[in-house]
């Protein structure tokens, strides 16, 4: 029996909220909930110095940088600094925030996998600005 493939349109970008990102961030769900690969991905671009909030993943999430040059940092750990063709592997349950350098953009893709068991993010406050200077 032949395996039928579904074709999206091309998806549109939105502005991340105020309530999950600092500055100003642009989401494009690349592939949404589905059961077949019980996962989400998105393409997230970042202006300089945006951020996420700090939050964590139930199942955690992989990172694949695709331009540019910025941040990840675990709670209580010194942050990354990450590039283009980088990844990060980020352990379910583990508290994070990502974002931009202060000087340009940055895009990753964000894989999130078996959002059915317990959701995708679990978002948490904002990083301070203090902390944020202090990771670069």
């Known amino acids: 029996m032949a395996q039928q493939s579904k074709i999206n349109?091309?998806?549109?970008?939105?502005?991340?909220?105020a309530t999950s990102f600092s500055g100003t961030v642009w989401?494009?769900?690349?592939v949404g909930p589905n059961a077949e690969t019980d996962c989400i991905v998105s393409s997230v671009t970042f202006d300089p110095k945006?951020?996420?909030f700090w939050?964590?993943?139930?199942?955690?999430?992989?990172l694949v940088v695709t331009k540019g040059i910025g941040f990840y940092q675990e709670k209580g750990k010194p942050a990354r600094?990450?590039?283009?063709?980088?990844?990060?592997?980020?352990p379910p349950m583990v508290e994070h925030?990502?974002?931009?350098?202060p000087n340009g953009t940055f895009t990753h893709t964000a894989i999130?996998?078996?959002?059915?068991?317990?959701?995708a993010v679990n978002w948490l406050q904002a990083v301070t600005d203090e902390e944020y200077r202090i990771a670069h």
């Open 97 to 101: 925030w990502h974002g931009a350098g």
């Open 27 to 30: 989401v494009t769900t690349l």
């Open 81 to 90: 600094l990450i590039r283009e063709g980088d990844s990060v592997t980020i």
């Open 112 to 119: 999130n996998p078996n959002v059915s068991k317990g959701g």
């Open 9 to 17: 349109s091309a998806p549109e970008a939105t502005r991340g909220p």
């Open 50 to 52: 945006a951020r996420t």
């Open 55 to 62: 939050h964590t993943h139930p199942n955690g999430q992989l």
